[in-house]
């Protein structure tokens, strides 16, 4: 039964994919000749009509860039917090190394007076 419903799964995403793919087609296709004037930054000239396909396709482009960036950007701030909290772990570890090694000598010296002590009596 899980192999059915595996082999559904993957068809029915890839009737996903393929719908999806034909309507961006439908659209590309149906606006192949359409003009427009924009303005943008003086990069384009608001004169120069240019044509819709490379505008959804310059679109698109910084879509993607910006979705790039934008996950360059939380992956490197939760980079920097896991540092943050990797490096307050080592320091707590080290005061605790630090505790640990005080108690020890403390230990050691309370021996050393109960044995001194008991040889003295």
Same mark, same amino acid.
């Given at each position: $039964?899980?192999?059915?419903?595996?082999?559904?799964?993957?068809?029915? +995403?890839?009737? %996903?994919?393929? #719908?999806?793919? *034909?309507?961006?087609?439908?659209?590309?296709? +149906?606006?192949?000749?359409?003009?427009?004037s924009?303005?943008?930054?003086?990069?384009?000239?608001?004169?120069?009509?240019?044509?819709? !396909?490379?505008?959804?396709?310059?679109?698109?482009?910084?879509? #993607? !860039?910006?979705?790039?960036?934008?996950? *360059?950007?939380w992956? #490197?701030?939760?980079? $920097? %917090? +896991?540092?943050?909290?990797?490096?307050?772990?080592?320091?707590?570890e080290?005061?605790?190394?630090?505790?640990?090694?005080?108690?020890?000598?403390?230990?050691?010296? !309370?021996?050393?007076?109960?044995?001194?002590?008991?040889?003295?009596?």
């Amino acid at each position: $039964m899980s192999l059915a419903f595996g082999r559904i799964k993957v068809y029915v +995403k890839l009737t %996903l994919v393929v #719908l999806v793919a *034909l309507a961006i087609c439908a659209v590309l296709w +149906k606006n192949r000749s359409n003009q427009v004037s924009i303005w943008f930054f003086w990069v384009v000239d608001e004169a120069t009509p240019i044509n819709v !396909i490379w505008l959804m396709l310059c679109t698109a482009l910084g879509t #993607l !860039i910006a979705y790039w960036t934008l996950s *360059l950007v939380w992956g #490197l701030r939760r980079d $920097m %917090l +896991k540092m943050a909290q990797d490096s307050a772990v080592r320091e707590r570890e080290q005061e605790q190394q630090k505790l640990a090694e005080q108690l020890q000598q403390q230990e050691q010296r !309370i021996d050393e007076k109960l044995k001194k002590a008991i040889s003295d009596e």
